[in-house]
């Protein structure tokens, strides 16, 4: 089977051209602007025609689209996540190749969601932020292009080579800083979020599965189950072998968390509690400077997802039409979160 992989330089494509390289029944080229690229190509501003000539020479059995970006103003957003896939599927419409495209979508696309729900694939979407509206487009475009064609809406994806701006990307810097410099605490803003995290060799996994697939439509690809990021930020710090205190800048509802005076550890933030208890056993979330004087810098976590508080898929319909399941659970992704930052120690 010949594959075109577009965006085989992005966080999730080389993972899908890793898996992909592993299967012996494939042929892969990847296209992309990078001079490692086997063919360099900006769809931003290369024509569809342009696109076809190469299609046709090639003649790949499937196309798979990673690329984009999830930063810049509008109009860049526009120009890389919904423009570039309109010349996708204009050349794949002009092409004789016939063949199958797979597209990168994102959670994002449905925007805002009611805390405790799940969210399936016929959920109407309302994308809250222009990166949703530019993917949502995107979708848009391949559902009525009459290609075969299929959309994979990957919520939150985590695990190796996470991009150091991201939620979990700047969590685990801040981390690896307070380490390098000795500080005992970290003040942190903004964990009240809760959202549906993926490892991005599962979601590779399943844009293999969906290449060799006749599935068609949108298909959620998550772990389905929402994790605070104040738990994820946990997680993290126990791995990390993180022994200092976590200050959380707006704990939930307002209200600090508690702990026992005394006791080694807390539930809620499985951190080691004695440094950052006040005399009335709370847990210091008001972000102000230590009793000795020296204050630390509060570190934020915004999404800029447009999602709002939290986001759940539902992932039924990868199951039943990909037979794909996560497998990787998110204590290992942070992990290899945590083995790169460690080794700019």
Same mark, same amino acid.
């Given at each position: ?43 931003? &501003? ?19 689209? $990673?690329?984009? &970006? ?18 996708? $599927? ?12 797979? +597209?990168?979508? $994102? ?6 969601? +009611?805390?405790? /729900? ?43 080579? &996470? ?16 380490? +390098? ?29 969906? /290449? ?42 307002? /209200? ?28 210091? &979330? ?25 986001? +759940? ?19 290992? /992704? ?8 460690? $080794?700019?120690?």
């Amino acid at each position: 089977m010949r594959v075109l992989l577009i965006g085989a330089n992005g966080y999730i494509g080389r993972f899908v051209a890793d898996r992909l390289l592993a299967d012996p029944a494939v042929q892969l080229t990847a296209l992309g602007r990078g001079d490692d690229a086997d063919v360099r190509f900006d769809l931003a &501003t290369g024509s569809p025609g342009a696109l076809t000539r190469f299609l046709d020479a090639v003649h790949p059995g499937v196309v798979i689209n $990673c690329a984009g &970006t999830t930063r810049g103003g509008a109009r860049e957003l526009t120009r890389h996540n919904t423009v570039a896939v309109a010349t996708i $599927c204009e050349a794949l419409r002009r092409s004789g190749c016939g063949a199958r495209l797979v +597209q990168i979508g $994102c959670g994002s696309e449905y925007g805002p969601s +009611q805390p405790g /729900s799940s969210t399936a694939e016929d959920a109407v979407p309302r994308p809250g932020g222009p990166y949703g509206v530019s993917k949502l487009a995107a979708t848009e475009l391949v559902l009525g292009s009459g290609l075969d064609a299929v959309v994979l809406r990957v919520f939150s994806p985590a695990g190796p080579g &996470t991009p150091a701006g991201s939620p979990l990307g700047r969590l685990a810097e801040a981390m690896r800083r307070a380490m +390098q410099s000795g500080d005992g605490e970290l003040r942190l803003g903004g964990l009240g979020a809760q959202r549906d995290f993926v490892d991005v060799r599962d979601v590779a996994r399943a844009v293999h599965a969906a /290449s060799l697939s006749a599935a068609q439509g949108v298909i959620n690809i998550g772990s389905g189950r929402a994790v605070r990021l104040r738990d994820a930020a946990a997680t993290l710090a126990r791995v990390a072998g993180y022994g200092g205190a976590l200050h959380e800048l707006d704990g939930p509802h307002g /209200s600090p968390l508690r702990a026992p005076i005394g006791h080694p550890r807390t539930e809620s933030l499985g951190l080691r509690t004695e440094s950052h208890l006040r005399s009335d056993g709370h847990v210091r &979330t008001d972000g102000h400077a230590r009793p000795d004087g020296d204050h630390v810098p509060p570190v934020a976590f915004p999404y800029p997802d447009g999602c709002g508080s939290w986001q +759940q898929a539902d992932v039924r319909t990868a199951r039943d039409r990909l037979g794909w399941r996560p497998r990787i659970n998110l204590e290992e /992704s942070l992990a290899d979160i945590w083995m790169e930052a460690a $080794c700019r120690i």
